[in-house]
């Protein structure tokens, strides 16, 4: 076949296909600024280079379902925070509750609302495990890549990685002078500056100093007193420093800031979502005292407008080290995390009201220790480590209740009602290896264990308050007290079966296991919860074709999870509990095709069906509801039978259809860019609760970027083009506020002009 005929085949089996608009991840290779990064120059599509498995290795070599995309991918889309990361991430769901980062991967994710919870999405900063939720929100900038596992990761990664891991690789110091600046400005009165600078200090010293500032007009207003709601403003700097004393020798220090002070972060008001025991609706008190709902959901009505704080800071160290045959890699961090937010409870108030106030503070300090030892033989390959991390919280969930709620006439006095301070601390140990066999020359056989010992203990205090007004002034009278400790261990094997039997072309069956800890419910007042597991089965094909012009990467897999942690309101109370089994099965697909050199497309296909096969809990917004018998930590309750209920942030399916047409020009290229991202509905309850879902929805984005040979870039991008309504997480408030449903909303229509240097 000729080469014409070649390109009219592939553009007909594309369009066949249906491919349309995104920017090839994991698929066509980008230059970034990082050697990490570095592709393989080839005359078809190429490769990202990951070290997903703790070695530097071709994406399409690596017998794991993997996505990465580089930060002049994200860049050129217009990029600047997670959700644009993931919106065309295969079975990846991101949103945010209270401040905090919510990712799900293959329906497995956060969704504790109380202050100390923990993912299940191990989420890394260059080497480095981020436990806080809310760290992970920090500004997105002057990034070399980012690798995106999806299923349990117990064996090489941390803690809590019985989802996935995400990766965030920041680039690196340069021995040249190089660097960019770059001024962005969109509609919201959105303006943000960001750029770095790297080069040489002195012989075998180089260093890098970026920064991101970002300040941006509320997406709504608080009809009440008239200020900006979900609006944003966030400052962030890093500073890297490598020194290479010896050719085999280098150390990388590491110091990075961000203060984040907006409006963001409350909850818009949808309805009310609670009944009586006798079924009958119940109206919440912000209706009740005479609050009206705005007409434009973007918008609050209340008289407490939001406020959300982060100040998040660290200092780390990595040192590579070779020895011979032998590689030795230590990573050391001290990550401090400060976090105060503050909402309407109840979504929706008249002046002058204040029916009820959410307040989270924490702040959280941590210290990891990683060391690796890995070699390579002619019959394989090793990686042996062993990992320390502590973490010392101390947070703090209070909750002031408007008198009119308890039957006192209106307008009501706030209360101080529910407080709840305390403290966690964390411990955790674990060794890990993986070996890889090479059996033949085509077939590769991985084992992998992890152990894992983690301790955790809890100081916590407790009112309920209903005999003074509130006022911040006011002493704490703790009415309950709770110390405990617990241990829990877990040893976690990982078997992979790989066989390649030509180059672009990997067959793989893999079985792993995933381990979260059991832990403490800070201002629950429980026992502690048990750990949860993930057994995962999966088989995938990687493979190349048409010399290299059409990419098929394909995976199926079959979860079997235990003891599955979940959160549920019981009045002000927010309770762990542990479902007893859910089942989750699913496909994914990649498949990005180059019909012409100057056409890029790609389309991401997930299917995911994610169910509790043993659930029972009281939903406390419908106690009419509760006719099964539920039972937890040996007692016995009303309930509701949740089994073959869809699990929380698991969309049945996902889509990404992206082109990327190039266009030569005298002085550089001209790239036209566009995408469409589908999601179906998404369940943001156990219950099942219409109300508290999200209907299907598309997102559709498109960028036009000049790049010339001279470094200057300039883009215009806009997201959301047809300015799509919807939630990105939906929750049924307290009872004691007439169990109003309050819902995050995602960010309407957006475009901007961009203009970079790189030198």
Same mark, same amino acid.
């Given at each position: 076949?000729?080469?014409?005929?070649?390109?009219?085949?592939?553009?007909?089996?594309?369009?066949?296909?249906?491919?349309?608009?995104?920017?090839?991840?994991?698929?066509?290779?980008?230059?970034?600024?990082?050697?990490?990064?570095?592709?393989?120059?080839?005359?078809?599509?190429?490769?990202?280079?990951?070290?997903?498995?703790?070695?530097?290795?071709?994406?399409?070599?690596?017998?794991?379902?993997?996505?990465?995309?580089?930060?002049?991918?994200?860049?050129?889309?217009?990029?600047?925070?997670?959700?644009?990361?993931?919106?065309?991430?295969?079975?990846?769901?991101?949103?945010?509750?209270?401040?905090?980062?919510?990712?799900?991967?293959?329906?497995?994710?956060?969704?504790?609302?109380?202050?100390?919870?923990?993912?299940?999405?191990?989420?890394?900063?260059?080497?480095?495990?981020?436990?806080?939720?809310?760290?992970?929100?920090?500004?997105?900038?002057?990034?070399?890549?980012?690798?995106?596992?999806?299923?349990?990761?117990?064996?090489?990664?941390?803690?809590?990685?019985?989802?996935?891991?995400?990766?965030?690789?920041?680039?690196?110091?340069?021995?040249?002078?190089?660097?960019?600046?770059?001024?962005?400005?969109?509609?919201?009165?959105?303006?943000?500056?960001?750029?770095?600078?790297?080069?040489?200090?002195?012989?075998?010293?180089?260093?890098?100093?970026?920064?991101?500032?970002?300040?941006?007009?509320?997406?709504?207003?608080?009809?009440?007193?008239?200020?900006?709601?979900?609006?944003?403003?966030?400052?962030?700097?890093?500073?890297?420093?490598?020194?290479?004393?010896?050719?085999?020798?280098?150390?990388?220090?590491?110091?990075?800031?961000?203060?984040?002070?907006?409006?963001?972060?409350?909850?818009?008001?949808?309805?009310?979502?609670?009944?009586?025991?006798?079924?009958?609706?119940?109206?919440?008190?912000?209706?009740?005292?005479?609050?009206?709902?705005?007409?434009?959901?973007?918008?609050?009505?209340?008289?407490?407008?939001?406020?959300?704080?982060?100040?998040?800071?660290?200092?780390?160290?990595?040192?590579?080290?070779?020895?011979?045959?032998?590689?030795?890699?230590?990573?050391?961090?001290?990550?401090?995390?400060?976090?105060?937010?503050?909402?309407?409870?109840?979504?929706?108030?008249?002046?002058?009201?204040?029916?009820?106030?959410?307040?989270?503070?924490?702040?959280?300090?941590?210290?990891?220790?990683?060391?690796?030892?890995?070699?390579?033989?002619?019959?394989?390959?090793?990686?042996?480590?062993?990992?320390?991390?502590?973490?010392?919280?101390?947070?703090?969930?209070?909750?002031?209740?408007?008198?009119?709620?308890?039957?006192?006439?209106?307008?009501?006095?706030? =209360? *101080? +009602?529910?407080?709840?301070?305390? &403290?966690? @601390?964390?411990?955790?140990? /674990? !060794?890990?290896?993986? #070996?890889?066999?090479?059996?033949?020359?085509?077939?590769?056989?991985?084992?992998?264990?992890?152990?894992?010992?983690?301790?955790?203990?809890?100081?916590?205090?407790?009112?309920?308050?209903?005999?003074?007004?509130?006022?911040?002034?006011?002493?704490?009278?703790?009415?309950?007290?709770?110390?405990?400790?617990?241990?829990?261990?877990?040893?976690?094997?990982k078997v992979v079966l790989s066989y390649s039997p030509r180059r672009s072309l990997l067959l793989y069956a893999s079985y792993s296991k995933g381990f979260k800890?059991?832990?403490?419910?800070?201002?629950?007042?429980?026992?502690?919860?048990?750990?949860?597991?993930?057994?995962?089965?999966?088989?995938?094909?990687?493979?190349?074709?048409?010399?290299?012009?059409?990419?098929?990467?394909?995976?199926?897999?079959?979860?079997?999870?235990?003891? =599955? *942690? +979940?959160?549920?309101?019981?009045? &002000?109370? @927010?309770?762990?509990?542990? /479902? !007893?089994?859910?089942? #989750?099965?699913?496909?994914?697909?990649?498949?990005?095709?180059?019909?012409?050199?100057?056409?890029?497309?790609?389309?991401?296909?997930?299917?995911?069906?994610?169910?509790?096969?043993?659930?029972?809990?009281?939903?406390?917004?419908?106690?009419?509801?509760?006719?099964?018998?539920?039972?937890?930590?040996?007692?016995?309750?009303?309930g509701i039978d949740l089994n073959g209920n869809p699990m929380t942030q698991a969309p049945k399916w996902t889509t990404s259809f992206a082109a990327t047409y190039t266009v030569a020009m005298p002085a550089g290229d001209l790239r036209l860019r566009g995408e469409v991202n589908t999601i179906?509905?998404?369940?943001?309850?156990?219950?099942?609760?219409?109300?508290?879902?999200?209907?299907?929805?598309?997102?559709?984005?498109?960028?036009?970027?000049?790049?010339?040979?001279?470094?200057?870039?300039?883009?215009?991008?806009?997201?959301?083009?047809?300015?799509?309504?919807?939630?990105?997480?939906?929750?049924?408030?307290?009872?004691?506020?007439?169990?109003?449903?309050?819902?995050?909303?995602?960010?309407?229509?957006?475009?901007?002009?961009?203009?970079?240097?790189?030198?």
């Amino acid at each position: 076949m000729n080469s014409q005929k070649l390109k009219h085949s592939l553009l007909c089996s594309a369009t066949a296909l249906g491919l349309s608009a995104v920017p090839l991840q994991s698929a066509v290779a980008q230059t970034t600024p990082s050697a990490a990064t570095a592709q393989e120059e080839t005359s078809g599509l190429q490769e990202i280079v990951v070290t997903a498995q703790k070695r530097s290795e071709g994406i399409q070599s690596t017998p794991v379902s993997i996505t990465a995309v580089s930060g002049e991918q994200l860049a050129a889309k217009g990029v600047t925070n997670l959700q644009g990361v993931f919106e065309s991430t295969p079975n990846v769901q991101f949103s945010q509750s209270t401040g905090n980062a919510r990712i799900a991967v293959r329906g497995v994710g956060y969704d504790s609302t109380n202050t100390g919870g923990e993912g299940r999405v191990a989420y890394h900063v260059d080497g480095v495990y981020l436990s806080r939720p809310t760290a992970i929100l920090g500004s997105f900038y002057d990034v070399a890549r980012v690798e995106v596992l999806r299923g349990p990761q117990g064996t090489l990664y941390g803690r809590n990685a019985t989802a996935g891991a995400i990766n965030v690789i920041t680039n690196d110091p340069t021995q040249d002078l190089s660097g960019y600046a770059q001024l962005s400005y969109g509609n919201y009165q959105r303006i943000e500056g960001q750029g770095a600078v790297s080069g040489a200090l002195a012989d075998g010293v180089e260093a890098r100093l970026a920064f991101d500032v970002v300040h941006r007009d509320g997406y709504g207003k608080n009809l009440i007193t008239g200020e900006d709601i979900d609006n944003e403003s966030s400052q962030a700097v890093r500073g890297k420093l490598a020194l290479k004393p010896t050719d085999n020798l280098r150390v990388t220090l590491s110091a990075d800031f961000l203060r984040e002070k907006d409006n963001s972060g409350e909850g818009h008001f949808f309805g009310n979502g609670g009944f009586t025991a006798a079924g009958v609706p119940v109206i919440s008190v912000g209706l009740r005292q005479g609050g009206v709902p705005p007409s434009n959901p973007r918008d609050v009505a209340t008289q407490l407008t939001p406020t959300l704080y982060r100040k998040i800071y660290g200092f780390g160290g990595q040192i590579d080290w070779s020895l011979g045959d032998f590689d030795v890699t230590s990573i050391t961090a001290w990550r401090h995390t400060t976090y105060d937010a503050v909402s309407d409870l109840g979504g929706v108030s008249p002046p002058n009201v204040i029916n009820a106030i959410f307040h989270q503070h924490e702040v959280a300090q941590q210290f990891s220790e990683e060391v690796r030892v890995s070699t390579k033989r002619s019959w394989g390959s090793i990686v042996i480590g062993g990992y320390y991390f502590h973490e010392h919280i101390d947070g703090d969930s209070a909750v002031p209740i408007n008198s009119f709620s308890f039957g006192a006439p209106s307008p009501g006095i706030l =209360l *101080q +009602a529910y407080e709840a301070p305390g &403290t966690i @601390v964390t411990d955790a140990l /674990a !060794a890990f290896g993986q #070996v890889t066999f090479n059996l033949t020359e085509e077939l590769k056989l991985d084992l992998g264990a992890r152990y894992s010992t983690e301790r955790k203990a809890i100081d916590e205090q407790f009112a309920y308050d209903l005999t003074r007004p509130y006022s911040p002034t006011n002493a704490f009278i703790p009415t309950r007290f709770n110390t405990d400790a617990d241990r829990w261990n877990s040893f976690d094997p990982k078997v992979v079966l790989s066989y390649s039997p030509r180059r672009s072309l990997l067959l793989y069956a893999s079985y792993s296991k995933g381990f979260k800890s059991g832990g403490f419910n800070l201002g629950g007042l429980q026992p502690p919860f048990n750990p949860e597991k993930i057994t995962d089965y999966e088989v995938g094909i990687k493979a190349d074709w048409l010399d290299r012009r059409l990419r098929t990467n394909i995976s199926g897999f079959w979860y079997d999870y235990k003891d =599955l *942690q +979940a959160s549920i309101i019981n009045a &002000t109370v @927010v309770q762990v509990v542990n /479902a !007893a089994k859910a089942r #989750v099965r699913g496909v994914e697909a990649e498949i990005t095709a180059l019909p012409i050199p100057e056409l890029e497309l790609q389309a991401n296909v997930a299917y995911l069906d994610g169910r509790y096969t043993s659930f029972c809990t009281a939903d406390p917004a419908r106690p009419n509801l509760s006719t099964s018998t539920c039972s937890y930590n040996g007692a016995t309750f009303p309930g509701i039978d949740l089994n073959g209920n869809p699990m929380t942030q698991a969309p049945k399916w996902t889509t990404s259809f992206a082109a990327t047409y190039t266009v030569a020009m005298p002085a550089g290229d001209l790239r036209l860019r566009g995408e469409v991202n589908t999601i179906s509905k998404v369940y943001y309850s156990p219950f099942k609760r219409d109300e508290v879902a999200q209907p299907g929805y598309a997102l559709i984005n498109a960028s036009v970027t000049y790049r010339t040979n001279s470094g200057v870039t300039l883009t215009a991008y806009a997201r959301n083009l047809t300015n799509e309504f919807y939630r990105v997480s939906t929750s049924v408030s307290s009872a004691s506020v007439g169990s109003p449903i309050t819902a995050l909303v995602g960010a309407p229509r957006t475009y901007g002009l961009s203009a970079r240097y790189d030198f």
